[in-house]
């Protein structure tokens, strides 16, 4: 039904569907290097041609959810360019108990190399792959190891709104956890270690629910949001009246990070990461509205939207750069200032 208007872009390419020319960068509304707070780069070789990209669009420092094993060669290779948060060995994601002994001692490991800032993924997929969820004995002792460590955290438990329900990817007849329960989980977190910086990616994985979201942020000062996820973000704004979320965005300017969640690996290439910094350049800083050039599964009518948010200068100087400055350099690391 949806496919009469998609078949003039079907040949397109999902990261360009409106033919853009990304290499064209256009004029930034404030000066000044960008602050990515969230991507997954690998080893050097790899991640070299999404720097080139990073490069183009202004983007300064960078952190990563890099595997342990590529922490040291990009050190070397790219020095003072990335920031490593602690992640697991993904590769041995199940419900034994090697995943467990290997994250405890991925956690020193880590640490070790100066990492401050722990992720933890539990999205119901996530979770169930793991046998494990927040709440889980296991799951609080490691949390605990970490806390005592001095790490601070980072986690993503929500997915987009839309995959939730009876029918969906999160059944509830599947055993999964509703969208209630998967943030009524976040929260008891939250309360758990009120002094420590929590940076909830995605926008905290509720963009399409600013209301229960500004609730958490209001309860939890030390609750933080990064802006990652391209087509999920762009998506969960484009739907709703712009007004509000732009709002949202103003009152509080102060606690959300600029991330894109680029992923490097080898089938993307230089367009496919210049895509999303272009995107979001338009989503924040930009009027733009019509489609977006990214191709995207979940779009309600299968075309996807874009609806930019014009954010006033001062407050993209905080997204772009202070609140990452104060929060993850200053807070998370310790770093009187970010040279
Ligand atoms: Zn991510």
Known sequence: ???????????????????????????????GLIIDAHTHTREPA??????????????????TMAPLEDVDALR?????RFEFIAIPKWQNLGPGEDFIKEWRRRIDEFYARGSRLIKFHNAPGTQKRM?????????????????????HFMTHVGDPKAWFGEGKKYDPKDGQKSFIEQFAMLDRMLEKYPDRIHLGAHIGGSVEELELLQGRLDRFPHYILDSSATKWIIRGIAQQPLEPVREFFIRNQDRILFGSDLVVGEKYDFDHYVSRYWVHQQQWETSYSGESPIDDPDAEDGIPRLHGLNLPAEVLEKLYRTNAEKWLFGKVLGQSSVS
């Open 1 to 31: 039904m949806t496919h009469s208007t998609s078949t003039t872009t079907s040949a397109a390419l999902p990261h360009n569907r409106l033919g853009i020319n990304y290499r064209s960068v256009p004029p930034r509304k404030i000066p």
């Open 131 to 151: 046998g494990m969820n927040l709440d889980h004995p296991e799951m609080q002792s490691i949390m605990r190891q970490a806390y005592d460590l001095g790490y």
């Open 46 to 63: 790899l991640t070299r041609e999404f720097l080139r990209a990073a490069d183009a669009y202004g983007i300064g420092k960078i952190w």
């Open 76 to 80: 070397e290779a790219f020095p003072g």
